[in-house]
């Protein structure tokens, strides 16, 4: 306890499996989005692209003045959401999930990493999915604007983000107290283990995730090398198959890691899951074509007093389509997180 042994969710009939479950929502699910853009200046001369949207319709019509939209209550809680490798605020598991919050009286925050708001970040550096100074930075960010309840939410590799620095800010880290305005977090179709989920995706039946992570990170850095001549290895980088070999020519020494081996140790989530003092839930599908078994922690879910983990048998990687709901509807997963953010 508090390892949730039996889940509710069951998928429609027609998607019967782990990447049907992915995939078609992927591809097929529209959420028209009313976000309102704000950019803010980071301490290093970058910039992180902040998309807001909010519970009340006249709010959502402030775009002109989103300090005051922003300010409208110090009651309405805030969810802040970060999406998954290579994702943004459009893509259809965030963009439902804010449109189901918004619609029960949660405000919402997704931010880009950086080079994923859709322009390139002025850094040579992008992001990496063991980074939480970005995320600790938009939270506090949103405290100034003074929302005094915040849910903390992450998909994929923002699930990652959003664990470990939850553990990070406890004692046993060497971490600051986190701040109680933040009340609880949920994520959803995590990698806790970087380097089991990596092996994971260069399986046969995944290769096609794989493969279209690592062409698309690839091409941002041929973009990047186009205006800083001389700074990246790209013959190299551009032989790179997969996403290990990406990151271990590109992401690890960009980012002070000695290899690919010691950036996956050091970024793992399941490390600092222990650490965490707030409710949390961790939704992991057992069929989820991204995750390896070391993402299935069953024996520590039941000795954490704080975090709940529910491993539902379907679901696949942040699918969750609802049984009845069709593609179009409110997804499983959305229903999940207001219930648990919403319960004492």
């Not at 009340?56 to 002109?64: H, V």
């Not at 800083?228 to 590109?250: C, H, Q, S, W, Y």
């Not at 002070?256 to 992991?284: C, E, H, K, M």
Request: proline fraction near 6%; aromatic fraction near 12%; include cysteine.
């Amino acid at each position: 306890m508090p390892l949730i042994a039996s889940s509710s969710y069951v998928p429609p009939a027609r998607l019967w499996n782990g990447h049907l479950q992915t995939i078609i929502p992927s591809l097929f699910r529209k959420v028209p989005t009313a976000y309102v853009r704000e950019r803010i200046d980071t301490p290093d001369d970058d910039f992180l692209d902040l998309d807001w949207a909010f519970c009340s319709d006249e709010l959502r019509a402030m775009s002109d003045d989103l300090a005051d939209a922003n300010n409208h209550s110090s009651f309405t809680p805030l969810a802040i959401l970060s999406h998954g490798l290579e994702g943004s605020s459009t893509s259809p598991y965030l963009a439902g999930m804010v449109r189901h919050l918004t619609q029960n009286g949660i405000d919402c925050l997704a931010w880009h990493y950086r080079s994923c708001s859709g322009e390139m970040n002025r850094q040579e550096r992008f992001y990496h999915i063991g980074e939480t100074s970005d995320l600790h930075y938009v939270i506090n960010y949103a405290l100034q604007k003074g929302y005094q309840k915040i849910y903390l939410m992450g998909f994929s590799a923002g699930g990652n983000v959003t664990l470990k620095y939850l553990g990070e800010q406890g004692p046993s880290h060497g971490g600051e107290k986190i701040n109680p305005a933040i009340k609880k977090a949920v994520v959803f179709s995590v990698p806790v283990h970087l380097m089991g989920s990596a092996q994971r995706l260069e399986r046969w039946d995944s290769l096609v995730y794989n493969y279209r992570f690592n062409r698309t990170l690839k091409r941002k850095v041929m973009q990047k090398a186009a205006v800083m001549p001389g700074v990246f290895p790209t013959e190299a980088i551009t032989k790179a198959r997969n996403i290990r070999e990406f990151d271990n020519l590109f992401t690890a020494p960009m980012n002070g890691f000695r290899d690919v081996t010691d950036y996956y140790t050091r970024s793992s989530s399941l490390q600092f899951i222990p650490n965490i003092a707030i409710p949390t839930l961790i939704v992991n599908a057992k069929n989820d074509p991204f995750l390896s078994p070391e993402c299935f922690p069953d024996t520590l879910a039941r000795e954490l007093p704080k975090v709940w983990m529910e491993f539902p048998k379907q679901g696949g990687h942040c699918g969750f389509p609802s049984k009845s709901g069709g593609i179009q509807g409110t997804y499983w997963s959305e229903e999940r997180t207001l219930a648990f953010l919403t319960e004492r």
